[in-house]
């Protein structure tokens, strides 16, 4: 399938910096997008090196078949899986080492979540509450689970949408690069179709517009998806903009 595909990034309207990053690499089919944390520019630091880790690895992986990987491989995940897995590892444990190196970047983190174009499949790897959605016609579907205390909370007890919206604590993550120096690494995988259009996130987009909020915008600007993006952060700033907003938009043509 052939893709068109666009992103940007914006600091939203009351934050001083932008703590977020994105990472097209149209050569692997590849995009990638962290939220990074830890205050003082430190977040910055983690988002950066996380794509940066990713993106590197899968270009020495394509340059050298047997290069060592930095995790064990999984029986239970394809080669393709097991590759996407092992780079947002090798992210964590970089951005680990690195806090550990670095007393002024101590305690930094990011969330990541990837989407890469496999054959005929879509694949996703996720730390943390950065989102992959699929629109698909008139639907959109949360494909990634938020690793995050909200969503803990909501398997356990059952919440009205008004105790959702007033839960104290709905920013705190419970997973992410960073921490510790391994990390666990869910993995899903989508069949896509033509016409399908695949948008990545930070919670600065999700955590202002809801799920029909997102699918509206972005159907009235699937020809161009750039103004897609536009318009997402468009509106999450005009609903308050409390963070950092980050979109990626894929389409399968």
Request: net charge negative.
């Amino acid at each position: 399938m052939n893709i068109q595909y666009a992103g940007k990034t914006d600091v939203g309207m009351r934050r001083a910096h932008n703590e977020d990053t994105l990472k097209l690499i149209p050569n692997e089919r590849l995009f990638v997008v962290a939220d990074g944390m830890g205050g003082h520019a430190s977040g910055e630091v983690a988002a950066r090196i996380a794509v940066d880790c990713v993106a590197r690895f899968f270009e020495d992986t394509r340059r050298d078949k047997d290069i060592t990987w930095p995790a064990r491989e999984s029986p239970e995940l394809s080669q393709e899986e097991n590759r996407l897995v092992a780079a947002v590892k090798l992210a964590n444990l970089s951005i680990y080492e690195k806090a550990e190196s670095d007393s002024r970047l101590k305690g930094m983190g990011t969330t990541i979540v990837c989407f890469q174009l496999v054959g005929e499949s879509a694949l996703m790897g996720h730390v943390g509450d950065s989102r992959a959605y699929r629109i698909r016609g008139a639907t959109i579907d949360q494909l990634t689970e938020d690793h995050s205390l909200l969503n803990d909370y909501k398997k356990m007890s059952e919440l009205t949408p008004e105790e959702e919206a007033n839960f104290p604590h709905k920013n705190i993550i419970v997973r992410a690069l960073g921490m510790k120096p391994s990390v666990q690494v869910d993995v899903v995988r989508d069949t896509p179709q033509t016409g399908d259009i695949y948008l990545l996130c930070s919670d600065g987009l999700s955590g202002e517009l809801s799920d029909e909020e997102i699918l509206s915008i972005v159907q009235a600007n699937e020809q161009d998806l750039q103004r897609g993006c536009d318009e997402l952060i468009r509106a999450a700033c005009e609903a308050g903009g409390k963070d950092n907003i980050t979109i990626i938009l894929v389409q399968l043509l």
